[in-house]
């Protein structure tokens, strides 16, 4: 029974990998032949950025059994903590990538310590409440960074929440200017970036889930009680699971902040947090592979409606709805169980035969 449920695990996983890969070299191969238009070729990076949000928030929501709303205020952390460090880097450091690492790697480190700082509070509370309090930090993020100024000159980082008090030096630079957000930002984002980044998560989530921690993790969502009777910290465990799943959202800000020149605050509202929390149910809780379907089919679908203008996000409601059906539909579920052990007990009869 131990060695089927470790072949499924690995069966899995590899599917994941193998199916991120093989999407990357058509689309690589779609990019050099001129056969992806340049709209498309526009949401790659996006959509790897939302890719990576969304797995982080499965390990939360679907791994952890945790209702966070405030995945986009982790995501604002880490775009506008790269923008600033790329900003400064420019002028040192010339290579983009490097400089695309040194940004990310910094953007995950400040997510991980807001993840930390608003866990503490924020996991002794549970279902609505939880919900409720993370949408909250959500929107407190976003009212800070809307109001923040911060530049750099010869005498270092001048920062202030208001706009005449942030008086620069001949030769300084301003990163972030209150409502505007950061300008003349420098796009060193690639979609191969994105790829390696959407890899990484898959290992980091993969690696945790099935980790004596991962265990902890699914036993502290499944029954509290007998968790903590058996000598596991929930707390701890759900801290990691809401920190891990903060530095992967910082990630995906980071490289979704370095794609454009342009980035206001305004775009890591509530509906981004919800529209993620969508891809991930979506998808499956605790279904990393459908996660990744689900965010590519419903980040481009929009696109591929826009010809149909005034209907379009009517449609994108209705298919939303219809899959919901589905993937929810305990009569389908049955019927599709039923067929995959019918070709697997067929399988089995023939091996026996021969």
């Known amino acids: 029974m131990l060695k089927k449920l470790l072949d499924r695990t690995h069966r899995g996983r590899t599917v994941s990998y193998i199916m991120?890969?093989?999407?990357y070299l058509?689309?690589?191969?779609?990019?050099?032949?001129?056969?992806?238009?340049?709209?498309?070729?526009?949401l790659l990076v996006p959509v790897c950025c939302y890719i990576v949000a969304a797995i982080g928030l499965n390990l939360n929501v679907g791994v952890s059994g945790e209702l966070n709303l405030g995945q986009a205020g982790f995501m604002s952390v880490g775009a506008f903590t790269a923008v600033s460090i790329s900003g400064y880097l420019a002028a040192s450091v010339s290579n983009g990538p490097v400089?695309?690492?040194i940004a990310i790697i910094a953007g995950v480190m400040i997510s991980a310590?807001?993840?930390?700082?608003?866990?503490?509070?924020v996991l002794k509370l549970e279902g609505d409440y939880l919900a409720i309090v993370t949408l909250a930090f959500g929107q407190i993020i976003k009212s800070i960074i809307t109001n923040m100024y911060l530049g750099f000159d010869g005498n270092g980082f001048q920062f202030s929440f208001v706009d005449n008090n942030t008086k620069?030096?001949?030769?300084?630079k301003m990163l972030l200017n209150g409502p505007m957000g950061a300008t003349g930002t420098a796009k060193i984002s690639t979609f191969t970036a994105g790829v390696i980044l959407i890899?990484?998560?898959?290992?980091?989530?993969?690696?945790?889930?099935?980790?004596?921690s991962g265990r902890a993790i699914m036993a502290a969502r499944d029954n509290r009680i007998a968790a903590e009777s058996v000598g596991i910290d929930i707390s701890r465990t759900k801290m990691l699971a809401f920190v891990v799943s903060a530095s992967l959202a910082g990630a995906a800000g980071a490289l979704y902040g370095l794609n454009y020149s342009t980035l206001v605050p305004a775009k890591f509202d509530f509906n981004t947090s919800i529209l993620i929390l969508v891809y991930v149910v979506l998808g499956g809780l605790g279904n990393m592979t459908g996660t990744i379907i689900a965010t590519i089919i419903l980040v481009l679908l929009p696109e591929l409606l826009r010809s149909m203008q005034d209907y379009r996000m009517l449609i994108y409601a209705v298919v939303l709805i219809l899959i919901m059906l589905l993937?929810?539909?305990?009569?389908?579920k049955?019927?599709?169980?039923?067929?995959?052990?019918?070709?697997s007990g067929r399988g089995r009869k023939e091996g026996e035969v021969s």
């Not at 620069?168 to 300084?172: D, F, H, Q």
């Open 168 to 172: 620069l030096a001949p030769g300084g």
């Open 199 to 212: 890899l990484v998560s898959l290992i980091i989530v993969y690696h945790l889930m099935y980790s004596r």
């Open 26 to 42: 058509i689309i690589e191969i779609m990019i050099h032949s001129g056969n992806l238009s340049s709209l498309f070729t526009s």
């Open 20 to 23: 991120v890969v093989v999407l």
């Open 113 to 121: 310590v807001f993840g930390l700082l608003i866990g503490i509070p």
């Open 334 to 343: 049955t019927r599709l169980r039923r067929l995959k052990n019918r070709f």
């Open 327 to 332: 993937t929810n539909n305990e009569n389908m």
């Open 99 to 101: 400089r695309l690492i």
